[in-house]
């Protein structure tokens, strides 16, 4: 089975830094997306780790250790802009057709107050 | 690059009514996605498409839901006869073929969704 938790919702002040974390427990590991959500809007793709350690992107990085099943992300210098949710999703292990599939979490509802 | 196409962006309803959704994937894009993102949920996949087959449809309510992309391009997703839980929005969503891919990234692209609300 596939289980993925984050926070249900974060607030934060502009210019601070913040931190969204997604434990995982799934059934084989082939990588691991952030996307961001504005409201009525569709995700957008942030950042994708399939190794340990951390990636960076600009104003946002994104950490996984596969042993202990828990990524965060990061992002630095919070703009209003940021206030959004944000989905951390993981991939099963490739084994064919259908292993692209993505299994998301519930959404990380990101606000940023002045 | 245009992205994923979707229409309609509304769609309002009465229980036991029946709709239809149409999707445009990134030219290019084999693997096509429909989700259901209920409110204050992540996307749940539906079915996925690679070419004009079906991958995966495990979590289709197939009572009721119906999806073809008969010419490998654009797909439509069907439901018949609508409940009042099927309010959510159903995003689109396309990937390069899987194996000609980068298969370490096949970033997910989507489109805009179409809210459907069930009175």
């Known amino acids: 089975g596939q289980n993925i938790d984050q926070p249900t919702e974060m607030t934060a002040t502009e210019g601070a830094i913040v931190q969204i974390n997604c434990t995982y427990q799934?059934?084989?590991?082939?990588?691991l997306f952030w996307y961001q959500q504005h409201a009525g809007e569709a995700p957008t793709f942030l950042s994708y780790?399939?190794?340990?350690g951390l990636e960076e992107k600009g104003r946002f990085s994104s950490f996984l250790s596969r042993s202990k099943g828990y990524s965060y992300l990061l992002l630095k210098e919070l703009q209003m802009k940021d206030s959004a949710s944000y989905l951390c999703a993981v991939r099963p292990s490739y084994s064919g057709a259908g292993s692209y599939q993505l299994t998301f979490g519930k959404g990380t509802k990101l606000s940023v107050i002045p | 690059e245009a992205g994923v196409a979707q229409s309609p962006r509304y769609k309002i309803i009465e229980k036991r009514q029946s709709v239809a959704f149409w999707c445009n994937p990134i030219s290019g894009h084999a693997t096509l996605y429909w989700y259901q993102q209920i409110l204050g949920q992540g996307p749940k996949l539906l079915i996925q498409f690679q070419n004009n087959g079906v991958v995966d449809d495990s979590q289709l309510p197939k009572d009721r839901f119906s999806a073809e992309r008969l010419k490998g391009v654009d797909s439509t997703l069907k439901i018949q006869p609508a409940k009042l839980e099927d309010s959510a929005v159903y995003l689109c969503a396309s990937s390069l073929d899987v194996l000609l891919g980068d298969r370490g990234q096949e970033t997910q692209y989507f489109g805009p969704g179409t809210r459907l609300l069930v009175l």
């Open positions: 799934t059934s084989g590991f082939n990588g």
């Open positions: 780790n399939v190794l340990d």
